[in-house]
């Protein structure tokens, strides 16, 4: 006995760091079980001492890593099979992630102070009742990628004060009524990938500061309208990659100070009109990867603050005239993996000026863009058009000059002198600061000879250039010879007009005959008559003969 409390003195003489001092305590352990095996009284006399032991100072497990200064407990993959109890009693944080932990029982009920606790990554089955009854500061609780399978009402008694509850990649088939109620703080709740597919109306009551809710990746049927009248100051909602097919009228009408919805992969095949009435303050809307033949220009009049729509991977052909319209507000439109999209029709975005942002990306038969398209765009500095099936770009599309992003990378591209001025412009282009990898890797695909070949690689005479320049300067030449011909006629012309005039004359009257007439009797009678009266002379008589 005497043994055991000199050996308990010298180890608590000493101030090692909490690495050492686990590890000698652990040897001590080990050795003095050893010597007083089959001694029940010091046994127990031990064990006392050894949460003396831990008061004084806390004991941090082997590949754990403890901050006692900022009272922070690392215990990232340290092969942990259960909620270590032997830590500063002080915690504000503990991670826990990436181990074996199957229960939580009442561990945490030493550590009164944590503020966030991360125990993702293990094996709970089960979280109980009222295991975080002492949890009276905690504002971050992490529990995805369990197996927990079910929730109850008294599960998350204490955590008046939690701020962000993290339960995705588990098992829950079903939120029941009131599961949340005692979370009056909580601002961010993620029940995305589970098996959901019964949400009770009272599911998310007394959530009333509720800021981000996320369903993603569930058995969702059907969306929970009903459910959303405790949560009315939501802001971000994401419901996708569920499975309806339908979005009704007036679903998300509760949700007034909505700023951000996911909707794709969910199947969409209707966007009934309506179905977005009353979500005035909507800036985010995403639609991709859906059902939908075409946009829902109608149903989309109610979110005329949008600034963003993400509506690719759909099964619309045509970007129709002002298929976007009344969104004056719309900045960014991404519209890629379409696999249907042909064409974007002339007047698309009229009614869009404050564009600035078009990603249209891999979409394998889209090669038409209607002339003066972006026009009325004078906002837009980011466009990418990867992936597509264009053969070439023409130069009078948009104002490429003055883009600060610009990537056709990816297009099966025929490189000929049409290609000129892309070829200049990737040359002088500075896409230094672009957030895209490689602005300048745009390859040839035909003619043969060209295949995979960087565009700014090739010379204009690669180009057929210098061929074209050639008929160009022939054209030109023979235009400029026909021109000067005519000007020297016309003016050769206007000098011998004179001559020319009669020479013209005379060659039209030599060989015109002159009438001939057939003189009646009449005629000769009063010919004589006139020939006899000329010859004869005119005699005067006197004035007295009269």
């Known amino acids: 006995m005497v043994s055991v409390t000199v050996m308990l003195q010298k180890t608590n003489t000493q101030q090692p760091d909490s690495g050492v001092i686990s590890h000698k305590y652990f040897k001590l352990q080990k050795t003095v079980m050893h010597r007083l095996r089959g001694s029940p009284c010091i046994v127990v006399l031990l064990f006392y001492f050894t949460c003396l032991w831990t008061d004084v100072v806390a004991m941090c497990p082997v590949k754990c890593h403890c901050d006692d200064e900022n009272l922070r407990v690392m215990c990232d993959s340290a092969n942990l099979d259960v909620v270590p109890i032997t830590l500063n009693p002080e915690l504000r944080e503990l991670v826990l992630k990436n181990n074996h932990i199957k229960g939580i029982m009442a561990s945490f009920s030493v550590y009164h102070n944590l503020k966030y606790l991360d125990v993702s990554h293990n094996q709970l089955v089960t979280i109980g009742k009222n295991n975080f009854q002492k949890q009276n500061n905690l504002r971050y609780l992490l529990l995805s990628r369990n197996m927990i399978s079910s929730l109850e009402n008294e599960t998350f008694i204490g955590l008046e004060k939690l701020s962000v509850l993290q339960m995705n990649e588990n098992f829950l088939e079903e939120i029941p009524p009131n599961v949340f109620s005692v979370l009056n703080n909580l601002e961010n709740l993620d029940l995305s990938q589970n098996r959901i597919f019964s949400i009770s109306d009272a599911a998310f009551e007394g959530l009333g500061s509720l800021r981000t809710l996320s369903l993603r990746d569930n058995k969702i049927t059907e969306i929970p309208t009903h459910a959303f009248h405790d949560i009315l100051t939501l802001l971000k909602l994401d419901i996708g990659l569920n499975s309806f097919r339908i979005v009704p009228e007036e679903a998300f009408s509760l949700l007034r100070q909505l700023e951000e919805l996911s909707l794709d992969g969910c199947g969409i095949q209707t966007i009934e009109l309506g179905a977005f009435r009353w979500l005035n303050s909507l800036l985010v809307l995403r639609l991709h990867d859906n059902e939908l033949d075409e946009i829902p220009t109608n149903a989309l009049f109610d979110v005329r603050r949008l600034e963003e729509i993400n509506i690719g991977q759909n099964n619309f052909v045509e970007l129709k005239p002002l298929c976007f319209k009344r969104l004056k507000y719309l900045r960014i439109i991404e519209i890629c993996g379409s ?208």
Not at 355 to 373: A, E, G, P, R, Y
């Open 339 to 546: 696999q249907k999209l042909i064409r974007i029709q002339k007047e698309a975005f009229a009614d869009n000026s404050n564009i600035q942002k078009l990603v249209i990306n891999h979409n394998k038969m889209f090669s038409k863009i209607d002339h003066q398209t972006f026009d009325g765009l004078p906002h837009l500095k980011f466009v990418s058009l990867r992936g597509n099936a264009f053969t070439t770009f023409q130069y009078d599309l948009l104002s490429w000059d003055e883009l600060d992003v610009l990537d056709v990378r990816d297009n099966p591209l025929f490189c000929n002198c049409d290609l000129l001025w892309l070829w200049s412009l990737l040359n002088k282009k500075n896409f230094s600061s672009s957030t895209l990898s490689d602005l300048t890797d745009v390859r040839c695909a035909d003619p043969p000879g060209l295949e995979n070949v960087l565009l700014t690689e090739v010379s204009e005479e690669g180009l057929g250039c210098f061929l074209e320049n050639r008929r160009r300067q022939i054209i030109i030449g023979v235009v400029v010879a026909a021109a000067v011909a005519i000007v020297t006629l016309v003016l050769l012309g206007f000098r011998y007009r004179e001559k020319l005039s009669r020479a013209f004359k005379n060659k039209w009257t030599s060989g015109r005959k002159e009438p001939q007439y057939q003189k009646t009797a009449c005629v000769e009678e009063e010919s004589n008559i006139l020939h006899a009266a000329a010859q004869q002379s005119l005699k005067m008589t006197p004035v007295t003969e009269l």
